[in-house]
C-alpha cells in the first residue's frame, strides 16, 4: 500500500475493522454489538509509515537517511493530511524551494510545518469567482472531507494559514498573468487589470492613420460609465487603516485609484465642489446618486461603498475603483472618472462620453473641476482643453428624471453614441454583490485585493466572450437598422415631400427640448364644447342620411349611393344583432328594425335599377337576396379581373375604385374626430365620482362616440378590402393599410404614457396619413374634380382640435423615428470599427508574449553565458525556462484568439468589406493633415 502511494500522498486508505479493532468494550455492550461486526475506517498513509522524498520525483535522495525527515500539515482537496518528507540533500535548496518544487506552498520560509497544495489553490479560486463563496466555507468543506463525523474536534484549524497562503498566491497569480513575474520591471498603473479589446486604444488596436477620419468622434470615441455601489460596505475596526500589513499588495497597478492622488485630490480641494452653491433642486436629487446619500449604519463602516467605471463592452476599467466613506460626493467620482481619462487622453484620443445617473448636474462644471489649469488640482491635464465630453443620463435611469432633464441628456438623442445603454455598471454589481459579506470584515488591503481579483475574471470572461458577443449585436444591429429605416420611410411616404422638409429642418435646429411634447401648440375642448360638437355631428349625421345624393354624373351617382347603401345595410346587421340579444323585445323595436329593413330593400332596389340602367350587360350575373341584410350590393368589384374586361366595365370599377380611396379618407378623418371625442370624453368622465359614471351625458357622449368609431372603421375596412383586391398599387400609392384594433389609440393616452419614446412602438398610420387633395387621384374629369372640391368643407372647431394634436403628435413620432435611424446607424459603424480593433488587441498581446518570452531568454543568455540553442537550452535554470514556457502558452492562446476573431469577423460582414474595415479608414474618410 504504501509503496503504490509514494506519489500519491494525499489518498485516503481504508482498513477493514472488526469486533476486536473496534475499541468496542464487549463488556459494557454485551450482546448489542451487532453478529458479523465490521467495516472499513479510514485511516492515513502516514499512520502506514509512507514517506515523501523531495528533489528525485518523488523517489529519495541517495545522499539521505531515514531519519532525515520532518513532518508537516497539508491541506489538499481531498482533506487536510499529515505528510512525512525525506529532504535532499544533492542540493543547497532550503525546505520551502523543495517544497515548492513538488507543487506545495509552505506557509512560511523558515522551517515550514503546515504547507497547501497548489491544486486546492487553484481549486479554490475556481470556487470563489464562480460560486463566489466566501474561504472560510471552502475551508470548513475541506474539513468535513477530511472528517465529517468522529475526531472533527481534534483537527487542528489551518484557517489563518490558509488565508495567508491563499491571499500571496492571488497576487502572485495577477502578477504572472501581467507578464511580471520576478519585479525586475516596474509596474505601470492599472497594469495588472485585463483590459476591454474593443476599445479604442491608440498604437495598440488602431489603425496608423485613425486621426485622419472625418468621422473620428464616432469612431474612435471611449465611453465610459460610472455608478455607485452601497453593498461592497467594510466594518470599521480599530487600527485595520492605519496599519502597514493592511496595504494592498498591488499598490496602483490595480484596479483602485491611486492613494497618493485622492489623498492630494481632496487636500486642494473644498467641499464646495461637491454641491455646488446655489443649485436649483430638482427630481433627480432624490436618486441614491446624491452626493448626499448615506446608507444606513454609515457610523460603523470605514467604507460605505465603492464607485466604478466600466467601458462600452462592460470591462471594469483600470484605475476606476474608489472607496466612499459618505455618499457619492462629486470630488470621489472625479478621481474615479479621471484614471480611464488621463490614460486614453495621453494616448491620443479627444473624444468622451460618459454616462452617469445624475450626469445632468455632475457634467455642469465637471472641466472646471478636473480640467481647467486655474484648478487647484488638475487631475486631466489637457493642452489647450483640447477634450470633448459629453454627459448623458444612464437609459434605464433617465425614467427618474424630470422630463426636461431626461430630454437633453438622454442617449437616444444624442448624436455618435449609436445604442449604447450606459448601464453595464449594474450588471457588474449584480453579480459582485454576492462578495458583501465577505468582504466587509476584510482589512483594507485583503478587501481590495479580493475583489480585483473578481474584477479581473469579470473582465477575462467579457474577453472570452467578446467575440461572439459583438458578432452577435452587429447582426442584430444590421436587422434592426432595416427595421427602422423600413418604417422612417414608410412614414415619410405617408407625411408626403413638404411635411418632411419642415419636419427635418425643424429637427436640425432644434435642440434637446424637441424630443418633448409642446403643450402650446394644443388645443383642448371644454366640458361645453364638448357637448354642443355631439350635438352638431348628430344633427349632421341626420341632415345626410335625409338629404339626397348628387346626381350630376351618372357612373358617379351609381358608386356614391351604393357607399351609401353598404353604410344602410351595415346598420340594419347591427340592430338586428342587437334585437338578437334582447330576452323580450317590445314591439316598437322590432317595429324600428323592421322600418329600416324595408329602407334597405327599397334603396336595393333603386340601386340595381340605376345599374342596369348605367352597365345593363351585368344583369344577367346578378343574384338578389329576399334577406336585404345579406345582399351583395353588387358592383363591379366583384367581378374577376376576366369578367370586368368581358363585361366591358373597365371604366365603372375605375370611378368605383377613385371613390373608394376618396371614401377611404373620409372614413380615416371621421376615425380620428371619433377618437379624439373618445379621448376627451374619457378624461372627462373619469375624473367625475363613481357613482356619477353609468347615467351621465358625458358617459352617453362616451358610448355615442365609441359606437361613431366603430362605424369608421366598418367603413374603411370595407373599402380597403375591395380596393385592395381590384386595385392593390392605388392602396399602396395612398397610403392605405389594413386597419388593426392597435391601430385605435388615442393620442392623449399615446402622448402620456410617451409610448413613441419606446423601441419598436411607432406612431399608428391613420394619425401620420396626409390629407388627400383631388389632384392626388389619377385621371380626374372635371366634373369629379368639381365635386370633390366641394364637398370640401371649411374645418370646424373641432377639426382644428384634432389637427392640433395630430400635428403635435406626428412630430413627435418623426422626430423619434429620425434619431432611431441615427443612432442604429452610428451602431452598425461603431460595431464596425471595433470588430477589427479587436483582432488587432489580440494581436498586439500575442506579440507581447512573444517579446517578452525573447527577452527573457535573451537576458538570461547574457547573464549565465549561456547560448540561445536548443541545445544548450536545458542548462538554463528551471524558473526562466518555466517563465518562457508560461509566456509561449500566452502567445499560443492570444493567436488561436486572433485567428478565430478574424475568421468569425470576415464572414458575418463578408471578405471583401472585411478587408475595408481592416484598412480603415478609406481615403474617402481622411482629412488633410495639418501641422
Given at each position: 500500500m504504501v509503496e503504490m502511494h509514494q506519489n500519491l500522498p494525499f489518498h485516503w486508505p481504508e482498513a477493514w475493522v472488526d469486533g476486536s479493532g473496534a475499541g468496542i468494550d464487549p463488556n459494557v455492550w454485551g450482546q448489542e454489538i451487532p453478529l458479523h461486526f465490521g467495516y472499513f475506517k479510514r485511516t492515513s498513509l502516514y499512520d502506514l509509515g509512507l514517506q515523501?522524498?523531495?528533489?528525485?520525483?518523488?523517489?529519495?535522495?541517495?545522499?539521505?537517511?531515514?531519519?532525515?525527515?520532518?513532518?508537516?500539515?497539508?491541506?489538499?482537496?481531498?482533506?487536510?493530511?499529515?505528510?512525512?518528507?525525506?529532504?535532499?540533500?544533492?542540493?543547497?535548496?532550503?525546505?520551502?524551494?523543495?517544497?515548492?518544487?513538488?507543487?506545495?506552498?509552505?506557509?512560511?520560509?523558515?522551517?515550514?510545518?503546515?504547507?497547501?497544495?497548489?491544486?486546492?489553490?487553484?481549486?479554490?479560486?475556481?470556487?470563489?469567482?464562480?460560486?463566489?463563496?466566501?474561504?472560510?466555507?471552502?475551508?470548513?468543506?475541506?474539513?468535513?472531507?477530511?472528517?465529517?463525523?468522529?475526531?472533527?474536534?481534534?483537527?487542528?484549524?489551518?484557517?489563518?494559514?490558509?488565508?495567508?497562503?491563499?491571499?500571496?498566491?492571488?497576487?502572485?497569480?495577477?502578477?504572472?498573468?501581467?507578464?511580471?513575474?520576478?519585479?525586475?520591471?516596474?509596474?505601470?498603473?492599472?497594469?495588472?487589470?485585463?483590459?476591454?479589446?474593443?476599445?479604442p486604444e491608440p498604437g495598440v488596436n488602431l489603425p496608423r492613420n485613425w486621426d485622419l477620419d472625418r468621422m473620428k468622434q464616432l469612431h474612435y470615441v471611449r465611453f465610459l460609465a460610472g455608478d455607485g455601489n452601497f453593498k461592497l460596505q467594510r466594518l470599521a475596526k480599530r487600527g485595520s487603516s492605519t496599519s502597514a500589513?493592511?496595504?494592498?499588495?498591488?499598490?496602483?497597478?490595480?484596479?483602485?485609484?491611486?492613494?497618493?492622488?485622492?489623498?492630494?485630490?481632496?487636500?486642494?480641494?473644498?467641499?464646495?465642489?461637491?454641491?455646488?452653491?446655489?443649485?436649483?433642486?430638482?427630481?433627480?436629487?432624490?436618486?441614491?446618486?446624491?452626493?448626499?446619500?448615506?446608507?444606513?449604519?454609515?457610523?460603523?463602516l470605514d467604507v460605505t461603498g465603492i464607485f466604478a467605471?466600466?467601458?462600452?463592452?462592460?470591462?471594469?476599467?483600470?484605475?476606476?475603483?474608489?472607496?466612499?466613506?459618505?455618499?457619492?460626493?462629486?470630488?470621489?467620482?472625479?478621481?474615479?472618472?479621471?484614471?480611464?481619462?488621463?490614460?486614453?487622453?495621453?494616448?491620443?484620443?479627444?473624444?468622451?462620453?460618459?454616462?452617469?445617473?445624475?450626469?445632468?448636474?455632475?457634467?455642469?462644471?465637471?472641466?472646471?473641476?478636473?480640467?481647467?489649469?486655474?484648478?487647484?488640482?488638475?487631475?486631466?491635464?489637457?493642452?489647450?482643453?483640447?477634450i470633448n465630453t459629453i454627459f448623458c443620463v444612464n437609459k434605464f435611469h433617465q425614467e427618474s428624471h424630470e422630463d426636461g432633464c431626461a430630454a437633453k441628456n438622454a442617449l437616444e438623442y444624442t448624436k455618435y453614441v449609436g445604442r449604447t445603454c450606459g448601464e453595464g455598471v449594474e450588471t457588474i454589481w449584480a453579480k459582485m454583490n454576492w462578495l458583501r459579506y465577505t468582504t466587509r470584515e476584510m482589512s483594507p488591503g485583503h478587501r481590495i485585493e479580493t475583489l480585483s481579483e473578481h474584477f479581473n475574471d469579470w473582465n477575462w470572461q467579457k474577453t472570452s466572450n467578446l467575440v461572439r458577443f459583438t458578432k452577435s449585436s452587429y447582426l442584430s444591429a444590421v436587422q434592426s437598422l432595416d427595421v427602422v429605416i423600413e418604417d422612417f420611410e414608410n412614414l415619410k411616404n405617408s407625411l408626403g415631400p413638404n411635411t418632411v422638409a419642415?419636419?427635418?429642418?425643424?429637427?436640425?435646429?432644434?435642440?434637446?427640448?424637441?424630443?418633448?411634447?409642446?403643450?402650446?401648440?394644443?388645443?383642448?375642448?371644454?366640458?361645453?364644447?364638448?357637448?354642443?360638437?355631439?350635438?352638431?355631428?348628430?344633427?349632421?349625421?341626420?341632415?345626410?342620411?335625409?338629404?339626397?345624393?348628387?346626381?350630376?354624373?351618372?357612373?358617379?351617382?351609381?358608386i356614391c349611393k351604393a357607399l351609401q347603401l353598404e353604410a344602410m345595410q351595415a346598420r340594419l346587421r347591427q340592430r338586428a344583432h342587437d334585437l338578437a340579444k334582447i330576452k323580450n323585445p317590445t314591439r316598437e323595436l322590432r317595429a324600428r328594425v323592421a322600418q329600416l329593413a324595408n329602407q334597405v330593400s327599397a334603396a336595393l332596389d333603386n340601386h340595381y335599377d340605376l345599374l342596369f340602367e348605367v352597365a345593363p350587360q351585368l344583369a344577367p350575373l346578378v343574384q338578389r337576396s329576399s334577406d336585404p341584410a345579406k345582399d351583395d350590393i353588387f358592383l363591379p368589384s366583384r367581378l374577376s379581373p376576366e369578367d370586368v374586361l368581358q363585361r366591358r366595365?373597365?371604366?365603372?370599377?375605375?370611378?368605383?375604385?377613385?371613390?373608394?380611396?376618396?371614401?377611404?379618407?373620409?372614413?380615416?378623418?371621421?376615425?380620428?374626430?371619433?377618437l379624439a371625442m373618445r379621448s376627451f370624453w374619457s378624461r372627462h368622465t373619469n375624473s367625475q365620482h363613481s357613482s356619477e359614471t353609468k347615467k351621465t351625458k358625458g358617459m352617453s357622449s362616451l358610448q355615442s362616440s365609441t359606437a361613431r368609431m366603430k362605424e369608421a372603421a366598418r367603413a374603411y375596412n370595407t373599402c380597403y378590402e375591395w380596393i385592395a383586391k381590384c386595385s392593390p398599387e392605388s392602396a399602396k400609392k395612398f397610403g392605405l393599410h389594413p386597419l388593426l384594433n392597435s391601430d385605435l389609440s388615442l393620442l392623449t393616452e399615446w402622448q402620456e404614457s410617451k409610448v413613441y419614446r419606446r423601441k419598436n412602438n411607432r406612431l399608428p398610420w391613420i394619425w401620420s396619413l396626409r390629407p388627400l387633395a383631388p389632384s392626388d387621384l389619377p385621371d380626374v374629369d372635371k366634373d369629379w374634380e368639381d365635386i370633390a372640391t366641394e364637398s370640401q368643407e371649411e374645418p370646424n372647431h373641432l377639426d382644428n382640435v384634432v389637427e392640433s394634436w395630430r400635428t403635435e403628435i406626428v412630430r413627435l413620432d418623426y422626430i423619434h423615428a429620425t434619431a432611431a435611424t441615427e443612432r442604429w446607424t452610428e451602431e452598425v459603424r461603431i460595431l464596425s470599427r471595433e470588430m477589427p480593433a479587436i483582432c488587432r488587441s489580440f494581436r498586439?498581446?500575442?506579440?507581447?508574449?512573444?517579446?517578452?518570452?525573447?527577452?527573457?531568454?535573451?537576458?538570461?543568455?547574457?547573464?549565465?553565458?549561456?547560448?540561445?540553442?536548443?541545445?544548450?537550452?536545458?542548462?538554463?535554470?528551471?524558473?526562466?525556462?518555466?517563465?518562457?514556457?508560461?509566456?509561449?502558452?500566452?502567445?499560443?492562446?492570444?493567436?488561436?484568439?486572433?485567428?478565430?476573431?478574424?475568421?468569425?469577423?470576415?464572414?458575418?460582414?463578408?471578405?471583401?468589406?472585411?478587408?475595408?474595415?481592416?484598412?480603415?479608414?478609406?481615403?474617402?474618410?481622411?482629412?488633410?493633415?495639418?501641422?
Open positions: 515523501v522524498g523531495l528533489g528525485h520525483d518523488g523517489l529519495f535522495c541517495p545522499t539521505s537517511h531515514e531519519a532525515d525527515t520532518f513532518t508537516m500539515r497539508v491541506l489538499h482537496t481531498s482533506g487536510q493530511h499529515e505528510v512525512r518528507f525525506r529532504t535532499c540533500g544533492c542540493t543547497e535548496k532550503p525546505r520551502w524551494e523543495q517544497l515548492l518544487d513538488v507543487d506545495i506552498w509552505p506557509a512560511t520560509e523558515l522551517k515550514p510545518q503546515t504547507g497547501f497544495t497548489m491544486e486546492v489553490l487553484r481549486h479554490q479560486r475556481c470556487f470563489s469567482l464562480r460560486g463566489k463563496t466566501s474561504l472560510k466555507e471552502y475551508y470548513d468543506a475541506l474539513v468535513d472531507l477530511t472528517s465529517p463525523a468522529e475526531h472533527k474536534d481534534g483537527i487542528p484549524s489551518l484557517y489563518n494559514q490558509f488565508r495567508l497562503a491563499v491571499r500571496q498566491y492571488r497576487v502572485l497569480a495577477m502578477y504572472m498573468r501581467a507578464g511580471k513575474p520576478n519585479g525586475s520591471t516596474p509596474v505601470q498603473k492599472g497594469e495588472l487589470c485585463v483590459k476591454c479589446p474593443a476599445c500589513g493592511t496595504k494592498s499588495l498591488l499598490g496602483d497597478s490595480g484596479f483602485w485609484v491611486p492613494n497618493s492622488t485622492i489623498k492630494h485630490y481632496l487636500a486642494e480641494t473644498s467641499m464646495a465642489a461637491d454641491e455646488p452653491l446655489n443649485q436649483k433642486k430638482s427630481a433627480c436629487n432624490t436618486m441614491a446618486g446624491d452626493p448626499g446619500y448615506s446608507p444606513e449604519g454609515a457610523k460603523a467605471v466600466s467601458c462600452r463592452h462592460i470591462f471594469i476599467c483600470p484605475n476606476g475603483v474608489v472607496d466612499f466613506h459618505k455618499g457619492e460626493k462629486y470630488r470621489y467620482v472625479d478621481v474615479c472618472f479621471s484614471g480611464p481619462l488621463n490614460h486614453s487622453y495621453a494616448a491620443g484620443l479627444r473624444y468622451f462620453v460618459i454616462t452617469y445617473d445624475i450626469a445632468c448636474k455632475y457634467g455642469v462644471n465637471f472641466k472646471s473641476r478636473c480640467c481647467t489649469p486655474t484648478c487647484n488640482f488638475v487631475l486631466i491635464p489637457t493642452e489647450k482643453g483640447e419642415q419636419l427635418d429642418a425643424c429637427y436640425q435646429a432644434s435642440g434637446g427640448e424637441q424630443f418633448l411634447q409642446d403643450s402650446q401648440r394644443l388645443l383642448n375642448l371644454s366640458r361645453q364644447e364638448l357637448l354642443s360638437e355631439t350635438q352638431a355631428i348628430k344633427s349632421s349625421a341626420i341632415a345626410a342620411q335625409e338629404s339626397p345624393s348628387t346626381s350630376r354624373v351618372s357612373h358617379i351617382d351609381l366595365v373597365s371604366d365603372l370599377l375605375k370611378v368605383e375604385m377613385q371613390l373608394r380611396i376618396g371614401h377611404a379618407y373620409d372614413c380615416i378623418k371621421e376615425l380620428r374626430n371619433a498586439a498581446m500575442a506579440l507581447r508574449w512573444a517579446r517578452l518570452a525573447n527577452e527573457t531568454i535573451t537576458a538570461q543568455s547574457s547573464g549565465a553565458g549561456v547560448s540561445t540553442s536548443l541545445s544548450e537550452w536545458s542548462l538554463v535554470d528551471a524558473e526562466t525556462r518555466g517563465y518562457v514556457a508560461y509566456a509561449s502558452r500566452q502567445f499560443a492562446l492570444y493567436v488561436q484568439m486572433t485567428t478565430d476573431a478574424t475568421s468569425q469577423f470576415s464572414e458575418v460582414v463578408g471578405a471583401k468589406r472585411w478587408i475595408e474595415l481592416w484598412s480603415a479608414p478609406c481615403r474617402d474618410d481622411l482629412v488633410a493633415h495639418t501641422v
